[in-house]
């Protein structure tokens, strides 16, 4: 499967699950963007994100913690 700037809920997920320590509420946007791009299955121009994007993916993640577990 690959990923890009517009799989947010699956980025979400996958960060959630590679990162199962983090409290994701200690989580910057500037972090999300390393993590996402380090990912194996990411394959999108760097150029595309911006902070709606970041924060999206913050928000599924968010959402997941509260409701996912």
């Given at each position: 499967?690959?990923?890009?700037?517009?799989?947010?809920?699956?980025?979400?997920?996958?960060?959630?699950?590679?990162?199962?320590?983090?409290?994701?509420?200690?989580?910057?946007?500037?972090?999300?963007?390393?993590?996402?791009?380090?990912?194996?299955?990411?394959?999108?121009?760097?150029?595309?994100?911006?902070?709606?994007?970041l924060y999206a993916i913050y928000q599924d993640w968010f959402e997941e913690n509260i409701h996912g577990k």
């Amino acid at each position: 499967m690959t990923l890009n700037w517009e799989s947010t809920y699956a980025i979400a997920l996958e960060l959630r699950r590679q990162h199962p320590e983090v409290n994701i509420e200690d989580v910057s946007l500037q972090q999300i963007y390393q993590w996402t791009i380090q990912l194996s299955e990411f394959e999108d121009d760097l150029a595309l994100v911006n902070d709606d994007i970041l924060y999206a993916i913050y928000q599924d993640w968010f959402e997941e913690n509260i409701h996912g577990k």
